[in-house]
């Protein structure tokens, strides 16, 4: 990491930095605010050292557009003897500290190496927070560990990515592992459900306002993307984005800037965006209601995430993860029977409902183990397309009902009150059919 060193005194910044490199510091060195803006990169400078007195772009203005650009980056500023007003000012600008010419080696050695250990502190906790961030993805089958590989290779890179899969697969998940394991990681990672926000409001959400832009805008507001500056924007539900703010976030992806409703001069970002659907979004490309240009680039890299009824290896694994962190302390037992019931689900709402039948469990569970008679009914499994479509054709309405409570009683592991609560009849005239269809379960 360097120091971005900006001074229209050449002789004064030379002297300043080879002392500074003396001293093990790298240097970057820029003549005036212009030139110093230009060279500034985020990924490279960690403290920003800048006169307030130069032609063209004075100190005022270079820290009020680095705090735009880089809001945590420490700035430190230089003032002419005497000039506390001007110190005092860019102080409540945002500077970090000043130093007074003329300034001793010494000085500005000290005050660098408390702004570099600030930043270092600033990475060190955003780092920590993103560890934090990284919810697991769980991969025993081999279709998620094909994700798992696709989505770590990706990670590492600037590019776009479009993660697709039906809703509560984990979309989300899959996106902040994607930032955890970035070069973004140290940066914040925001979430936004495009779906969630009234169009009227969402491009002041994500764009930002400025105060009295419009009826309502009492004071300004930053926007999703400039809270997401040097991070991750995740976009959930792209596909319900409307036309004008598509346009908009093209503009973004292009070129970096912002425009702030309300303000004359775009705001430029630095923001890797990852967008998630569970629609077909080609089609809507196709239809007119999405942007082709924008697909293509949010399209740069898919990653699919099979639904939960395809990847049954890796129930299981998920429900000890979910037990154990709703088992309130508990090493809570899975029994067989409650993991092969689960397996045979036809999980219409994927992960997230295993979490939620998982909580219930754990909830219900009297002592160390959860129980098969605690899961809620399955309906959706019962009028499952793809169990139907095993049946034989011309199925009389007798064998039909046997089939239908032999195929309760498996997902349920034979436990007849279970799957009467499934089929919401009561228990003894589900055990009055089972003898009847001359069924052999364990009740």
């Known amino acids: 990491m360097a120091i971005l060193f900006i001074d229209d005194d050449a002789t004064g910044r030379a002297v300043a930095g080879f002392n500074l490199r003396k001293a093990g510091f790298v240097v970057d060195e820029a ?110 089958s081999d279709v998620m560990n094909a994700v798992v590989s696709l989505v770590d290779r990706v990670a590492g890179s600037h590019a776009g990515v479009l993660i697709t899969g039906e809703s509560g697969v984990g979309k989300e998940v899959v996106a902040r592992r994607i930032h955890a394991r970035s070069p973004r990681a140290a940066g914040p990672f925001v979430a936004v459900n495009c779906a969630a926000i009234p169009e009227e409001l ?41 036309p004008r703010s598509q346009a908009k976030l093209l503009r973004v992806l292009q070129e970096g800037l912002v425009d702030v409703v309300g303000r004359d001069q775009p705001v430029p970002v630095d923001v890797r965006v990852l967008a998630a659907t569970n629609q077909d979004l080609e089609a809507r490309v196709e239809d007119g209601r999405f942007r082709q240009d924008l697909f293509y680039r949010l399209h740069v890299i898919q990653v699919h995430i099979p639904p939960l009824r395809d990847r049954p290896a890796d129930i299981p694994a998920l429900v000890r993860t979910f037990l154990a962190e709703l088992g309130g302390g508990r090493d809570l037992l899975v029994p067989t029977a409650v993991l092969d019931a689960l397996k045979a689900r036809a999980w219409r709402g994927n992960v997230r409902e295993l979490r939620n039948v998982c909580e219930r469990l754990a909830i219900l569970a009297p002592g160390t183990s959860v129980r098969l008679e605690d899961l809620p009914p399955d309906r959706a499994s019962l009028t499952s397309d793809a169990w139907l479509a095993q049946l034989p054709d011309g199925l009389g309405l007798f064998d039909l009902e ?23 009849v009561p228990r003894h005239i589900l055990a009055y059919r089972i003898e009847k269809h001359g069924l052999d379960v364990a009740s």
């Open 202 to 242: 969402l491009e002041s959400e994500l764009f930002g306002h400025m105060k009295g832009a419009f009826t309502g805008a009492q004071r300004d507001r930053t926007g999703r993307f400039r809270r997401a500056h040097e991070g991750t924007l995740f976009l959930d539900e792209i596909s319900e984005m409307p």
């Open 31 to 140: 003549g005036d605010g212009l030139a110093g803006l230009a060279r500034f990169d985020p990924a490279r400078h960690e403290v920003v050292v800048t006169d307030l007195k130069m032609p063209g772009a004075d100190g005022l203005t270079v820290l009020a557009t680095l705090s735009e650009r880089a809001p945590a980056l420490p700035v430190v500023v230089i003032t002419a003897f005497g000039s506390v007003d001007r110190a005092v000012q860019a102080m409540r600008a945002g500077a970090w500290d000043f130093v007074e010419k003329p300034f001793s080696r010494d000085q500005l050695e000290l005050t660098l190496r408390r702004a570099m250990e600030a930043s270092q502190l600033r990475r060190t906790n955003q780092r920590l927070i993103a560890e934090r961030i990284e919810r697991p993805l769980i991969a025993v």
């Open 402 to 424: 046997r089939e239908v409570i032999a195929h309760t009683l498996r997902r349920h592991g034979g436990n007849v009150s279970a799957a009467a609560r499934a089929l919401a």
